[in-house]
C-alpha cells in the first residue's frame, strides 16, 4: 500500500546513554577511532548493515534494545568517557588558541579575540554517510574542516545541502556507466536545522526573475568543533523550479549553476549573518572562497557595505582586504564561465540593489588579451574581489601565475600575484586504524597523536611488511565484495560470480589507480599496450594486480567511453582474477584501497594536475608513489619515497605523449618496481633485482627501507594540519589584520585606500619613463662592479610617494618575437631608485647604485609602479609603466 504521509520518528534515547546522541551528530566519529568502535560494539552487524552510520545505527534499535543499553554498565561507562573527552576536544585551548590569541605573545598574538574565517566551498566531503561531495575539491573542503578543528582554528564552513548528493554508480551488462540519484532525507543525516527563536526554520532569501524570490533554510553539520552550514532550496514556499536549485552536485544546467553558485555566495553570507545572530557569535573576519562557485560572496559583502552608505570603491577596498581567493584548476575548461546576459538578467532582479550592475560584471569580464567577450568568469571574478590568492601546489601555483597573467598586463608571469599553498591529507582520517592502533601500541599516544612519523625507523622490517600484507588482505576481502555486488547489478547469477572468491592474491603487489575520469587523467594510458600489461598481470613468478575505480561526470561521454574501455578489459577471463573496476567510488572504499595498496598510480597529463591528493593518502600508510611529475609529486619525490614516469614533450601530440609516457611506465614496473618489491625471494639472487635486494630472510629489505623514508618525510609534508597552519600564517592572518585595519574608524583607512587607488588610476596613464643612464660601466665589466643608473620619470599628477621606480636586472636571453628577436631578463633581482632631482612639470630624476652581480649577458630595464602601504603586492592594481 501507498503511503499517503511520511514523517521521521527521533530517536529518543534512555538518560544514561542519551550522550550517544551527540556522539553520533558530531561528526568528530568519523575519524575518531574510540567513538567508531564504540558504535561498533553497540552492536556489530546493525553497525554494518547501516554502513556504518551511527545516526542510523541508533534509529535502527527498539525500545527494548535501547533499554538494554542502558542497562549495561560497561556500555554507560564508555559512553559517558566518550562524551566527556568530546567535550574536552570542543572546549581546550589547541595549537591556534595558544600561538595566535592574546595582547602579546605568539607571532599573531595582536589578535584580541579569534573573529571566525568563513570557508566557503560547492561541496564538502566529511564522511560518506553526509554525500556531499563528488572527488577532489570535496575531500579537500572536508579534510581543511577537520584539520581546522583539531588545531583550533576557529572556520565556520558555507556550502550546499544537495537532495541527491552527486550520483551512485553502477554498470551495465556491457560495462557503461549508469547513474542513480537516491534522495536523502535530513532528517535522518547529522545535521541541525537552525531555527528562529519562535522555532520556525531560519530562512535565507534572494530575489529572482520575473518577481519571483528563491528561500533557502540552513542545515548545521557539526565537524568537530568547526559548525559546517548547509544551505538548502527544497523547502515549501519555492516552487517547483527554486525547490530544484540544489538538487544534485554539479547537476543542471547554466542556469541552475548560476542560481546554485548565486545561493552558495550570496545566500552563504546571508546565513553566516543568521548564525551570528541566532547564536550569538560574532561574524568572520575572513571569506575564504574556493575556486569561483562562491565568488558571489564576495557581491553580496559589498552590498551590505554600500546600502550602509559606503561608496562603491571604498566598499570593494574593505572587501578585498579581508578575501582569499583559491583556485583549484589548471585548465581554463575547469572554471565556471557564465554569459554575461544571464548574470545581467538575474542581478536586475535585486540581488544587490546598492551596487551598480556595470562593476558587477566588470568583475567577471574576461576584457583582457586571448579573453573573450561576453562571458562572465568566476575565477576572474574571485581574483579581482580577493586581495590574496593562492593555487594549491608549487607546480599549479606557476600554471595559475601563466594562465592569469592577462589580468596583469605588463608583469612577467612570475610578478603575477598569485601564491601557492600544497593541499595536504587529515591523518586521522586517511591513516588506517590498523597502522595507527599498531603505532599507539609501539610508541603510545603521545608519539601518535604528536605525528612523530621518524618512529616508523624503529619498526622492524618483519613487523612493517606483515603490517603491510594485513592491509592488502583487507583490501582484498572488500574488493571481492564489491565485485560480486557490482557483478550482481550487471545481471550475473550467483552461479556465475564463484571466480570472484579468488581475485586477487594477498602476496602480489598491489597497485591502485581511482580518482575522478576526464580524459586528462588518462584512466586507460595503463592499456595502451593491452598484451604487455597481460603479462604483467599474469606473469608466473612476479605478476602485479591492479584495483582501479572512478567516477565519470553524467555529461562525459568520453569519460564513460574509457570507463567502458578499462571494465571490458578488466573482464576477460585470463586477467579478471588479476584486475578489477570497481563502481561507485566514495570515501568508504577509498578508507580500504589506499591503505591497501602498495604503489599508487597516477598519470595524468602533465601539468594539468592541480594537486591530487590520494598519492598523500596512499603514502601515510606506507605505500609508494608511481607518478608522473605533476601536482604535489612534482615537489615532494625525491629519488627514494617512490618514482616518477618521465613525460614527453608538451610540444608532441597527446598520442605521441600516451605512447611515450605508456612504455615509460611499462619499464618502470618491468625494471624497478617488481624487482625490488619480489627482490628478497632467493630465486632472484641472479636476477633483476641484483645481489643488494637479495635478502636471506625473505623481506625486500630495499622496498622496505622506502617505505620507511616516505612515512617519515611525506607524513608531516603531506598533512593537512600543515596545509591549514600555512593557510593561517600565510593568508588568513595578514587578510584579518587587512580587514580589521580597513574597518576601524568608520572605515578610515579603507576610504584613503580607495581615494588614493582611484587617484592614481586617474594619472597613471600620463605616467612616462623618459630616459635611462647609466653610469661607472667599465669597458669590460666584471662580478662586483657598480653602475649608477638614473632614470628620468615624468610622473604628471602623482607625487614620488605614490610609486615606487625600480631598476630590474638580470640574465638576458633572446626570444623571438613575431619577425623579430628581443632581449628578455631572466633570473630577475629590482633595485628601488630613490628620487634624487624634482625637474619641474611633474618631472622626476629617480637614482640608484646597481651591483653586477652575475656573469654572462647581463641586463636591465626601468619601470614605474603604483606603492602604498596597505596594498599586499607591487602588482596589485595591474598597473606598471616599463621603459621603453
Known amino acids: 500500500m501507498k503511503a499517503i ?3 521521521t520518528v527521533r530517536t529518543h534515547l534512555p538518560e544514561s546513554i542519551a550522550g550517544l546522541s551527540r556522539l553520533a551528530t558530531n561528526l568528530r566519529w568519523s575519524w575518531h577511532p574510540r567513538t ?6 553497540l552492536d556489530p552487524q546493525a553497525w554494518s548493515e547501516s554502513n556504518q552510520d551511527p545516526v542510523a545505527l541508533l534509529g535502527s534499535f527498539d525500545r527494548h534494545r535501547l533499554t538494554e543499553l542502558a542497562a549495561d554498565a560497561s556500555i554507560v561507562a564508555r559512553v559517558q568517557d566518550a562524551t566527556s573527552d568530546l567535550d574536552r576536544y570542543l572546549t581546550e585551548d589547541r595549537w591556534f588558541q595558544q600561538d595566535f590569541i592574546g595582547a602579546s605573545g605568539g607571532p599573531g598574538g595582536d589578535i584580541p579575540t579569534p573573529r571566525p574565517i568563513a570557508y566557503f566551498s560547492p561541496e564538502f566531503g566529511i564522511t560518506a554517510v553526509l554525500p556531499q561531495y563528488s572527488g577532489g575539491l570535496g575531500i579537500l573542503a572536508g579534510d581543511h574542516l577537520k584539520s581546522a578543528s583539531d588545531l583550533g582554528v576557529p572556520i565556520i564552513g558555507v556550502g550546499l545541502l544537495y537532495q541527491s548528493g552527486y550520483f551512485k554508480q553502477s554498470l551495465s551488462r556491457d560495462a557503461w556507466q549508469m547513474e542513480s540519484y537516491p534522495v536523502l532525507d535530513p532528517d535522518n543525516l547529522p545535521l541541525m536545522l537552525l531555527k528562529e527563536e519562535d522555532g520556525a526554520a531560519a530562512i535565507v532569501r534572494l530575489p529572482l526573475p520575473s518577481g519571483r524570490t528563491l528561500h533557502a533554510q540552513v542545515w548545521r553539520a557539526d565537524v568537530g568543533r568547526v559548525p559546517l552550514l548547509l544551505l538548502d532550496s527544497n523547502v515549501p514556499a519555492n516552487d517547483d523550479t527554486a525547490r530544484s536549485i540544489t538538487d544534485r552536485l554539479y547537476g ?45 560572496q564576495g557581491i553580496e559583502r559589498i552590498e551590505e557595505l554600500m546600502s550602509a552608505g559606503l561608496d562603491w570603491e571604498t566598499a570593494l577596498t574593505s572587501v578585498r582586504a579581508s578575501t582569499v581567493f583559491t583556485t583549484h584548476t589548471p585548465v581554463p575548461a575547469g572554471i565556471d564561465r557564465f554569459d554575461r546576459s544571464l548574470v545581467e538578467q ?28 561576453g562571458v562572465h568568469n568566476m575565477a576572474v571574478m574571485g581574483l579581482r574581489l580577493g586581495q590574496r590568492a593562492n593555487g594549491v601546489a608549487q607546480l599549479h601555483g606557476e600554471v595559475s601565475r601563466e594562465m592569469f597573467k592577462g589580468l596583469w598586463p605588463g608583469f612577467d608571469a612570475d610578478e603575477v600575484p598569485i601564491g601557492s599553498i600544497t593541499n595536504g591529507v587529515h591523518a586521522p582520517t586517511w591513516v588506517s586504524d590498523t597502522v595507527s592502533a599498531r603505532a599507539i601500541e609501539l610508541f603510545g599516544t603521545s608519539a ?10 624503529d619498526v622492524p622490517d618483519a613487523e612493517l611488511w606483515e603490517l603491510r600484507r594485513t592491509l592488502r588482505c583487507a583490501l582484498i576481502e572488500d574488493v571481492r565484495s564489491r565485485l560480486r555486488s557490482s557483478w550482481r547489478k550487471r545481471g550475473a547469477s550467483e552461479a556465475e560470480l564463484a571466480w570472484t572468491d579468488s581475485v586477487l592474491d594477498e602476496n602480489v603487489m598491489t597497485i591502485g589507480f581511482a580518482r575522478r575520469v576526464p580524459t586528462y587523467k588518462r584512466l586507460t594510458l595503463m592499456l595502451r599496450d593491452p598484451e604487455r600489461l597481460k603479462r604483467l598481470l599474469t606473469d608466473p613468478e612476479h605478476p602485479i594486480q591492479l584495483v582501479v575505480a572512478g567516477k565519470s561526470h553524467p555529461a562525459d ?18 586477467v579478471r582474477h588479476r584486475i578489477v573496476f570497481l563502481p561507485n567510488y566514495d570515501i568508504q572504499m577509498a578508507s580500504t584501497l589506499m591503505p591497501g595498496c602498495d604503489v599508487w598510480l597516477n598519470n595524468p597529463l602533465r601539468p594539468l ?30 629519488g627514494e619515497n617512490g618514482w616518477a614516469i618521465p613525460s614527453a614533450s608538451s610540444a608532441a ?16 614496473l618491468e625494471n624497478e618496481l617488481v624487482p625490488r618489491f619480489y627482490g628478497a625471494e632467493p630465486s632472484d639472487q641472479a636476477g633483476a633485482a641484483g645481489p643488494s635486494d637479495a635478502s636471506t630472510d625473505g623481506l625486500p629489505h630495499q622496498w622496505l627501507a622506502m617505505i620507511k623514508h616516505t612515512m617519515a618525510t611525506l607524513g608531516p609534508a603531506t598533512s593537512a594540519d600543515r596545509m591549514v597552519q600555512d593557510y593561517v600564517q600565510e593568508l588568513y592572518l595578514p587578510a584579518g589584520r587587512a580587514g580589521r585595519m580597513m574597518d576601524a574608524d568608520d572605515y578610515a583607512r579603507a576610504r584613503e585606500l580607495a581615494s588614493w587607488k582611484t587617484r592614481v588610476r586617474a594619472g597613471f596613464g600620463s605616467v612616462i619613463v623618459e630616459h635611462v643612464d647609466s653610469l661607472g660601466v667599465a669597458e669590460e665589466p666584471q662580478v662586483g662592479d657598480e653602475m649608477q643608473v638614473s632614470a628620468y620619470i615624468s610622473l604628471g599628477q602623482l607625487s614620488p610617494e605614490d610609486v615606487r621606480v625600480e631598476a630590474v636586472y638580470g640574465r638576458v636571453t633572446t626570444k623571438p618575437s613575431g619577425v623579430l628577436e628581443e632581449d628578455t631578463l631572466a633570473d630577475t633581482g629590482a633595485l628601488e631608485l630613490t628620487p634624487a632631482q624634482d625637474l619641474g612639470d611633474g618631472r622626476w630624476q629617480f637614482t640608484g647604485s646597481l651591483v653586477i652581480d652575475r656573469s654572462g649577458a647581463f641586463g636591465y630595464s626601468v619601470r614605474v609602479l603604483p606603492q602604498h602601504e596597505l596594498l599586499a603586492s607591487l602588482a596589485e592594481m595591474a598597473l606598471v609603466v616599463n621603459a621603453g
Open 448 to 457: 601518535v597523536s604528536g605525528h612523530d612519523w621518524q618512529r616508523v625507523f
Open 5 to 7: 504521509r511520511r514523517f
Open 252 to 296: 543542471g544546467g547554466g542556469d541552475q549553476r548560476l542560481q546554485q553558485e548565486l545561493l552558495l555566495g550570496m545566500g552563504g553570507v546571508k546565513a553566516l549573518r543568521l548564525y551570528a545572530r541566532l547564536t550569538g557569535t560574532e561574524v568572520p573576519a575572513v571569506y575564504h572562497t574556493n575556486e569561483g562557485h562562491a565568488g558571489f
Open 653 to 668: 601530440s597527446t598520442e605521441e605523449r600516451d605512447d611515450v609516457e605508456a612504455a615509460a611506465l611499462y619499464s618502470l
Open 609 to 638: 594536475e592541480a594537486c591530487g591528493t590520494s598519492g598523500m593518502k596512499v603514502a601515510m600508510n606506507g605505500g609508494l608513489n608511481l607518478s608522473v611529475l605533476d601536482g604535489w609529486w612534482d615537489e615532494m619525490y625525491d
Open 557 to 574: 561521454e568520453q569519460g564513460k567511453l574509457m570507463i567502458q574501455q578499462m571494465v571490458r578489459f578488466t573482464d576477460d577471463a585470463d
Open 36 to 41: 567508531k568502535e564504540l558504535f561498533r560494539d
Open 346 to 373: 538575474f542581478f536586475r532582479a535585486g540581488l544587490a540593489p546598492s551596487v551598480p550592475l556595470e562593476h558587477v560584471l566588470a568583475l567577471g569580464a574576461e576584457d583582457y588579451e586571448g579573453g573573450t567577450p
